[in-house]
């Protein structure tokens, strides 16, 4: 007689289907929706990419060895490497919820993770493997972005959200010319530039429906403490696409001829055409609250840099990299946290932080981005004001990683699941786990 232990006494165990490495993979709560590891990864790639880099400026590390030397690594470590995990996360939650349609797996969230990890990986060791392996990676990256949310923006009845798709095609296309001038033996840093312009086109259009939610909250929160006579905000699309426009244009005449007094004065007109973005955020005392100003500044830092880079241009005493610097670390490094903080909470079924730490890390971001931009200034203590901003920076991105990593890796305490927002009915007081 078979003892009740043995596997024959089992058959349902023996039916059941093997689990692969993927489906556990995907199992996990932190692959429950796209923006999970993915906003993890841009935070991780954040602190420790400028980490790195300061390693090799300060103590003398060799950088890997990547087509075009330490700074296209650092370069494009922090474009492609942690602007593309954010956007990655981003249009991944955000395009189902704009278009009404079903969100993304956890499958797509695994594969859109485990690509941007193997082409940092390849990246790093492009000296070894050569660099075809990052090249592949990144490219099939950027491309699966465009594949899974291009038909559904298009398909949806107005049309309202297909900036985000020429964003990404613009990426895209940044993302395989920084490849195929490496290939060839070019010059990639003119593709870093064009990243830049895209990434900062791509700021504009997630900012202006990021707004529309926080802004009017922060109104309506006024309405409730007695001021009735707080108007509505509305992120107008005119202004919205002629800063777009002004931005694209300067991308391709920078690309098409460096360095020119033309190329110079539409650097001045992006900065006026961001600036003039601002006219529909004057709204009062509302806007001083805490994410609406961190909203706020993203688009100042954002026409300081392009003011900067028109006045070096123009024959000004600054140098490129300090407009480059006020749009990289000061407003995509601003916006990306931004963005971590909200849809990385809401959508993971916590309400919206209103600790001090939020508030410090956007401080220390636009600190840091001023720091940064000083340091090429004449006179100015350099190496000081770089290690000041990085700082800044590994601080701001090490209190995302306290604050909210850590819910990215647990189970929903809302009772929801996916990427779907938080639902406002508390969980029971036994089930309900204390917030981060």
Known sequence: MLSPSSDAARPDRDA???VGVLERTAGRSLFA?????LFFAAALQAAFGIAAWMAVLGLGLASPAVPGGPLVWHAHEMLFGFGLAAVAGFVLTAAPEFTGTPAFGSRVAVTATFTWLAARIAFWLSGVVGPWPAALFEVALAALLVALVGPRLRREPDRRHLGFLWG????AAATAGFHAEGLLGGDPMRWVHVGIGAMMALIVVA???????????????ARVAGDEDAPEYRARPPRRNLAVFAISLFTAAEFAAPGTA????LALAAAAAVLNLLNDWHVGRPLLTRLPAILYAVYWLMALGYAAIGVALLGGDLPLSAGRHLL???????????????AGRIH???????????????????AGALARAAAGLPGAPAWALIAGASLCWIAAYGLVLRYLAPIWWTVRPDGGHGCEERIEASPSPVQAPLPP
């Open 348 to 366: 993971s079924g916590y309400p919206l932080d209103a600790r001090r730490w939020v508030p410090i890390g956007a401080a220390l971001l636009v």
């Open 33 to 37: 929706c796209s923006f999970r590891p």
């Open 207 to 221: 900012m202006s429906r990021v707004s529309m939610r926080i802004v009017n909250d922060a109104l309506d929160a």
């Open 16 to 18: 059941r289907p093997p």
């Open 168 to 171: 990404l095609l613009a990426m």
């Open 328 to 342: 990289t670390t000061g407003a995509m490094g601003l916006s990306v946290f931004a963005v971590l903080c909200i």
């Open 262 to 265: 033309f190329t110079g004065w």
